[in-house]
């Protein structure tokens, strides 16, 4: 009988030594491969983190390139644009070039770099038709106010301008010529492929209020590369697009902005939301002599105005 | 019953194994996985504590379970605390957080998922030793934890951070069970899976795809012992996995010494048989200890996915596709505060030898009385049971014996002989197992005492139990007879006699004894008797096999017999026979003038009818027979006073 006690104990030691001889098990880690986890969120990038310094809503309503400049030489953007809900039309193209000279850089008084003198050059045509050279006007914020200024040239073509001369729609899914004339006897050409045309639709459920809000936003997925949807808003003027947010994901037709990214927008814009729909693709092009390093793009751009639910 | 096997299905996954079994279920080797009736073989208190290694990247151990439990008559309960009942998840949820392009600041979310069994407890009732029921209820927790974008938005910076939404979803899961036992070598188990999942409600898309499956089901489980000490089990869940598995026990430094393995097909995981599961017990009155395993069939080191842990979810945290091989640790402990053992043997006794022809005899007559001691301080019921391997196919209960407080009582010991599956050819000596069992299955004490078992035709000397080899061959003898009626039919019916039967019996006897030849019993410590039918074809015998074969031939075709046991007549023991013509004194014409001829005797209803003695050893004719029994009947029975004295008995075969 003294031996089976001792046995006990020595069974009741044995147990409370494990109860102090724990590791906890590692969490297994698992590989990521379902869209449907984060509703085909890959990407959320704050497009506008120096408000104080950029205006970010410069040409972003017709171009759907949101950075404030860029560090290339020649940026060359292609975009088929179409609104829904807006008051003031439907559709329209833009076409523009801008040849940077990056030797002459602009800065404000604080020296933060607003981009770069633009250079004049020969000639720019989209498809052959003439661009027009235009003042290339920047806007900058210094001390709180707005500031405008011009910093060279750019070549633009729009829809508008194009009634004067061979109009042609945005070739979606193709390809678009474009000629830069540096001077008579010097030119580079190239064709630029285009993206299928986008067409979007964004259903808000919830409301702000709840903190609830949801936005099912769907567009005709090609399932092919990614779309970027970026989250502006109507600037009081009611013209201008001052984008917040670039969401990235597949584009597979359908993405959802939860409440915990919408809930945190400034309430003066919550009212006045606008979602773009951009399906982008680039032209990679060596470094030559004209266009030096480039810039090259061509998109499809869905701009829609949402009415947010109380 | 409380022999409670444990099993492995998917939902039915227990850390113990299938360690269970008749001998070793004094302790609780199995839990709510297994055992949803939740019934055991637990005295009073006991504690168990279970300790895992996990074979996952940090190899790490930890408490599996701790448990206690209390048995209150036939009530049980249960209680047990799982914190290795846990399972964490990270994935990176995809989504890539850029504040600038400039100064390249990028921040991946991530989402945890932690799941586990913190509780849980349960009850039964033995209703009746061979059946009991009951409930159990489990807690679980999950808690599912994403990082999340946070934009913040001012005049000077826009900026985004991450912060964690926790969402929780925390259920309860309630089953049910129930088990029939009749005896130890079946036991038939069902239970639910997830009959009642009461929960926390969460709406959130999070809880939606990663909770734990709750689909409704059952199990059912069998359990045989189709040799001794083997025990199979068979687990079968409605969603089509199953389990197969078995473990032997063996007697072993004063306990139970336990191995076997099992393996599982379960239809959320693959290949088709996903693991094994091998076992180790060791048990004795105050301790058990388990050393169980799982091995997967497949490589669980190798990266999964979220897809996979969506789609095929998981069912249950002990046994799941992402579930690593482990090494369980048990140990039980009784912390009973009852005497070990209620009862004792003091010692038992053998009443006779066997004679396996003789079967009934042991249904009627204890064939051992054994003497046993209460050592509580309560009356308490004792089941007994015996089994001797040679003789009997199952344990032979016998009637439940009450006995008072620190009392002694008798405990007689009754058998029943299997003649289909008697396992000797000759006399040998067996070893007969006594056991006590107090309220359930799990033997108080046992005892262990060699019987000798005495080969088919041995016989005990009692002319009374003559009777078993007369009926042995009953139906050949039918037809024997029935084939001499119907070749000498005419000589029947033309016959000496006015009586039906006693031309038949003469018939018969004469063309028995026409063929027969005494023949005395070899010398032998023991007396042994043919069967009629060997008589038959040896054509001889002595005078107890050739009464006990001519007793056979009418008795069946209906002619009633009685054995005249004269004893110790001239210092030999002799059987004769009597038989019934079925005549009443007043029909004594109709066989014989000689009143020294018959004898009369009362039947059931009290009327009398004449019966005529005949000596089988008189290999004459049926008339010499007749006169022969007759004479000695008269001279031993009458003259001699035999009957008066118990010198002569006579014994009705019926």
């Known amino acids: ?174 390809k678009l010529n474009v000629r830069v004339d540096e001077s008579r006897n010097s030119f580079f050409q190239i064709d630029v492929p285009t993206p299928a045309e986008i067409s979007g639709e964004v259903n808000a459920s919830g409301s702000p209020s709840r903190n609830n809000l949801t936005l099912n936003l769907k567009w005709n997925g090609t399932n092919q590369g990614i779309i970027e949807i970026v989250i502006g808003v109507l600037e009081d003027s009611g013209n201008e697009i001052f984008p917040l947010l670039k969401l990235t994901g597949a584009d597979n037709g359908k993405m ?55 | ?150 934009p913040f938005f001012s005049d000077t910076l826009n900026y985004i951070a991450t912060k964690t939404e926790t969402t929780t979803s925390n259920f309860w899961r309630g089953d049910l069970g129930i088990t029939y036992s009749p005896n130890e070598n079946f036991r038939l188990s069902v239970s639910s899976i997830n009959l009642f999942t009461p929960e926390e409600t969460s709406t959130a898309e999070i809880a939606k795809n990663f909770s734990i499956k709750k689909t409704k089901g059952f199990a059912a489980q069998l359990s045989l012992m189709p040799l001794e000490k083997i025990t199979t089990t068979a687990v079968y869940e409605s969603s089509n996995s199953f389990l197969l598995g078995g473990n032997f026990a063996a007697d072993f430094l004063g306990g139970v010494f336990t191995f076997g393995a099992s393996v599982f097909h379960d239809k959320y995981q693959h290949p088709f048989i996903a693991g094994v599961s091998p076992f180790i017990n060791f048990s004795t009155e105050l301790y058990g200890i388990t050393l169980s395993g799982v091995k997967y069939l497949n490589d669980r080191q190798a990266p999964q996915t979220v897809s996979n842990l969506m789609e095929r979810g998981i069912h249950n945290l002990l046994n799941n596709n992402f579930s690593y091989d482990r090494l369980t640790l048990s140990i039980n402990v009784a912390l009973s505060f009852l005497p070990a053992q209620s009862v004792k043997f ?87 197992n006594f056991y006590l069992t107090i309220g359930s299955n799990s033997a108080e004490d046992q ?88 008589t038959l074809q040896l054509k001889g015998g002595d005078c107890d096999d050739l009464s006990v074969c001519f007793a056979s031939l009418l008795e069946g075709i209906g002619i009633q017999t009685a054995f005249v046991d004269y004893k110790n007549t001239g210092g030999v023991s002799h059987v004769s026979l009597f038989f019934n013509t079925g005549l009443t004194p007043e029909e004594m014409s109709l066989i014989t003038n000689n009143d020294n001829k018959i004898v009369v005797r009362k039947n059931l209803d009290g009327n009398d009818e004449l019966w005529i003695p005949v000596e089988t050893t008189s290999l004459t004719d049926f008339e010499t027979a007749w006169s022969v029994a007759a004479e000695m009947f008269n001279r031993e029975a009458v003259e001699n006073l035999g009957l008066a004295k118990g010198s002569v008995v006579i014994v009705d075969i019926n």
């Not at chain 1, 949101?66 to 829904?84: A, D, F, Q, T």
């Not at chain 1, 004049?120 to 052959?128: A, D, I, K, P, S």
């Not at chain 2, 066997?354 to 054994?370: H, Q």
């Not at chain 2, 050592?375 to 016998?398: H, L, Q």
């Open chain 1, 1 to 174: 009988m003294r031996v089976m006690k001792t046995i006990k104990y020595i069974l009741i030691a044995s147990t409370l030594f494990m109860l102090f001889r724990c590791t906890n098990p590692s969490p297994t880690e698992l590989i990521q491969d379902n869209t449907a986890v984060n509703e085909n969120l890959q990407q959320i990038e704050v497009v506008s983190p120096d408000p104080d310094t950029y205006v970010y809503s410069n040409g972003y309503d017709s171009t759907g390139i949101v950075e404030p400049y860029l560090n290339k030489s020649s940026v060359i953007s292609l975009s088929g644009i179409k609104y829904s809900n807006f008051d003031d039309g439907s559709q329209a193209d833009y076409y523009y070039a801008v040849f940077n000279d990056k030797s002459m850089p602009i800065l404000n008084t604080m020296g933060t770099r607003l981009g770069f003198w633009a250079r004049m050059m020969g000639g720019v045509r989209f498809n052959n038709v003439v661009a027009s050279p235009m003042q290339n006007r920047i806007r900058y914020l210094q001390n709180g106010e707005v500031h405008d200024t011009v910093i060279g040239y750019r070549f633009v073509l729009t829809r508008k301008m194009m009634h004067s001369h061979n109009k042609f729609e945005f070739p979606y899914n193709s």
């Open chain 1, 256 to 310: 959802k902005i939860s409440s915990s990214i919408l809930e945190k927008l400034p309430d003066r814009v919550y009212k006045k939301l606008v979602i773009t729909f951009i399906r982008r693709q680039t032209k990679e092009i060596p470094e030559n002599s004209i266009l030096k390093d480039s810039y090259i793009v061509s998109q499809s751009i869905h701009n829609i105005k949402v009415e947010i639910p109380d």
């Open chain 2, 1 to 150: 019953m409380i022999f409670t096997a444990a099993s492995y299905g998917q939902q039915s996954m227990d850390f113990y194994g299938l360690s269970s079994n008749a001998y070793n279920s004094r302790f609780r080797l199995n839990s709510f996985e297994s055992n949803a009736d939740n019934f055991n073989g637990s005295k009073d208190w006991e504690l168990s504590v279970s300790f895992s290694g996990v074979n996952d990247e940090n190899k790490s151990g930890n408490i599996n379970a701790i448990s206690f439990s209390k048995r209150i008559s036939e009530h049980y309960l249960y209680a047990r605390y799982t914190p290795g009942y846990h399972q964490q998840f990270i994935f990176n949820s995809g989504v890539k957080l850029v504040v600038s392009d400039d100064i390249d600041v990028e921040t991946v979310l991530k989402t945890y998922l932690d799941y586990q069994e913190k509780f849980g407890f349960g009850y039964s009732y033995q209703f009746i030793p061979e059946l009991n029921a009951g409930f159990s209820f489990r807690y679980f927790t999950q808690e599912f934890e994403e990082e999340v974008p946070e």
């Open chain 2, 346 to 432: 003091i010692d038992v006794e053998l009443k006779n030898e066997i004679y396996p022809t003789l079967g009934d005899v042991y249904l009627n007559n204890p064939f051992a009385v054994a003497r046993a001691v209460n050592m509580t301080d309560k009356t308490i019921s004792v089941k007994p049971y015996s089994f001797i391997k040679e003789i009997n196919s199952e344990n032979v209960y016998s009637p439940v014996v009450n006995i008072l407080p620190y009392d002694t009582a008798n405990i007689s010991f009754y058998t029943v002989i299997n003649l289909e599956n008697l396992k000797i050819k000759r006399r040998e000596i067996a070893q007969a």
């Open chain 2, 447 to 534: 005892f262990q005492k060699p019987i000798l078992i005495n080969d088919l035709n041995s016989w005990d000397g009692n002319v009374y139990n003559l009777r078993y080899f007369v009926k042995r061959d009953i139906s050949f003898a039918n037809q024997h007879s029935k084939l001499i009626i119907k070749e000498k039919k005419e000589e029947i019916e033309s016959g000496k006699y006015k009586s039906e039967i006693m031309n038949q019996v003469k018939i018969i006897f004469d063309d028995f004894v026409k063929k027969m030849k005494y023949i005395s019993d070899p010398r032998a410590s023991v007396e042994t008797v043919q069967f009629p039918q060997e």
